[in-house]
């Protein structure tokens, strides 16, 4: 599988980490992603792929492409052999300056590029892409695309800011510092975060903690869960594996099976540092 990726000019780096083209064969026919701090725009150039937002809920095709912004749940991905698509990975705050409705509406509920930028405008943009000289020249055309639909929104100073120091402490900043340093009242602040991220700010820095955690573990060796969970800031072990089956449907141990197991079907893969094998 084939990923370019580029961080885009400013002022879209402060929204955005990356744009990317993501090409070819999948690892699994069907991928979990963990709900992380990140959202997430793909515009598909292949056949459609599949989304369930959560367990219980019915799976459902995206021809077009998707939105999804900051989650509370995993999410599973089906992947079509040989696909094919351009995209942006948000930083949490990011999409509320490229879409029309408040991200609480969409938190938890993926949605066509169609219905945020409406059908036509995104035809037309498939087709640049279609017709594109390869991987480069699409990241320059999606990136005009984010350009010319930067919109100015009330709050995201205030949202980014914050944000950044949470993710700065990789969630462990205490809420009430969070709140005190923002000059605003806690209600303001929660509303503020929910309308233009999705969730709330303690959601967001548990989002950051547990990603943090999760990277921190090298798959390859031993792993202290104890230890790990300590040094985390979680309150004990058992908080831990809370946290774990919270975010991922999986035990700490299983979670480490499942991890080595893509790694060793599929070593130096392009997706192998978030998604986990569904199946």
Known sequence: MRYVSRVPRTPLDGLIDDIYYLAGEPPYARLTLPPSPAAFLVVNLGTPFCIRAGPGLATEAYADGCVVTASTRAVEFGYPPGT????????????????????????????????????PAVAELRDRLAAAGGPQEMLTILEEELMQRLGEISGLELVRHMGDVIAATRGAVPIGDLREASGV????????????????????????????????????????????????????????????????????TRYLEVRRQFLREHPGHALDSWPLPAD
């Open 84 to 119: 094919r698509s351009v995209g942006v990975h948000f930083k949490p705050w990011g999409p509320a300056a490229f879409l029309p409705i408040p991200a609480a509406e969409l938190c938890n509920r993926p949605v066509t590029v169609e219905q945020v930028w409406g059908a």
């Open 185 to 252: 009242s806690s209600t303001h602040l929660t509303q503020t975060f929910k309308r233009l991220i999705g969730v709330t700010p303690k959601r967001l820095a548990r989002s950051y903690r547990f990603m943090a955690t999760v990277f921190s573990i090298d798959p390859a060796g031993p792993v202290d869960w104890a230890e790990l969970a300590a040094g985390s800031g979680y309150y004990d072990q058992a908080h831990f594996g809370h946290e774990f089956r919270t975010f991922t449907g999986l035990t700490p």
